[in-house]
Nanobody
Framework: QVQLAESGGGLVQAGGSLRLSCAAS????????MAWFRQAPGKEREFVGF???????DYADSVKGRFTMSRDDAKNTVYLQMNSLKPEDTAAYYC????????????????WGQGTQVTVSS
């Protein structure tokens, strides 16, 4: 069992930066693939990026070059550094954990946090 808790969301102007954190409790955090998803009002949940247990990352095209994921297994925490934010990045951001499965498919994730709101003003 893994419990996830996101933090770091807020209101930022376009072009600004935020860093989200996701703290995990439970065992074997380092063995999980971690991911970030986001969901804007009236839209489906959208894949943002993932980080394998070895540290390899990849991202959705919409955030590639602007967002960076990292993980600190000693702290059971994964981060999402978001730079050059745009109003279209406004959404609730969720971290998720899985043992196996397609990394960009939200249905493949077993554990989810409650989400943190990111609002980017123009």
């Amino acid at each position: 069992q893994v419990q996830l808790a996101e933090s770091g969301g807020g209101l930022v102007q376009a072009g600004g930066s935020l860093r989200l954190s996701c703290a995990a409790s439970g065992r074997s955090f380092s063995s999980y693939t971690m991911a970030w998803f986001r969901q804007a009002p009236g839209k489906e949940r959208e894949f943002v990026g993932f980080c394998w247990s070895g540290g390899t990352t990849d991202y959705a095209d919409s955030v590639k070059g602007r967002f960076t994921m990292s993980r600190d297994d000693a702290k059971n925490t994964v981060y999402l550094q978001m730079n050059s934010l745009k109003p279209e990045d406004t959404a609730a951001y969720y971290c998720a954990a899985q043992r196996r499965g397609r990394v960009d498919d939200s249905n493949a994730y077993d554990y989810w946090g409650q989400g943190t709101q990111v609002t980017v003003s123009s």
